[in-house]
């Protein structure tokens, strides 16, 4: 290439780089913003929905997670922990449990998702032998969706 037709070639640049905008007017922005409130407007309800439900869904696990440390427990002393006792003898023994092989959970005992402890009750209701539950996110029993009582033997 020849020197004058690269300073031709670099005036053309010039004049082309100064006809170019150097940013996005105000309507490109606004149509983007535009466009990112419809997607918030449509994503949030439902991310938050899910998020809900998963309280739920941790306090359900957590109590399974606690049955089956009380089924070890049984079969190491031939019976679950009485009332007196309660959920406390999974990670520290009890007086009358000679042959307690515990803990029978891995670190302490965990809180419920609304930071309330696990409640048990020996025997249950209903003819069980026992029931850990804890009472949903107002803390009373009943209720319904998140504020609905999370029992062991629900599904």
């Not at 609304?114 to 803390?139: C, H, I, K, N, T």
Request: aromatic share 8%; glycine share 10%; hydrophobic share 35%.
């Amino acid at each position: 290439m020849s020197i004058s037709t690269a300073c031709r070639y670099n005036r053309a640049m010039q004049q082309h780089r100064k006809k170019t905008p150097n940013g996005f007017t105000l309507i490109e922005l606004l149509v983007v913003l535009a466009i990112l409130g419809l997607l918030a407007g449509l994503v949030a309800p439902q991310v938050i929905r899910h998020l809900g439900t998963a309280k739920s869904e941790t306090a359900k696990l957590q109590v399974q997670m606690i049955v089956s440390a009380l089924e070890m427990y049984r079969l190491d002393n031939g019976r679950y922990p009485n009332q007196a006792e309660g959920l406390r003898a999974l990670t520290d023994k009890p007086a009358n449990a000679a042959r307690w092989n515990g803990p029978y959970l891995r670190g302490a005992l965990p809180n419920d998702p609304w930071d309330r402890a696990y409640l048990y009750r020996q025997p249950g209701r209903q003819g069980a032998e026992f029931e850990v539950y804890s009472l949903g996110s107002d803390g009373q029993p009943g209720g319904s969706g998140e504020a609905a009582d999370v029992f062991s033997g629900q599904k």
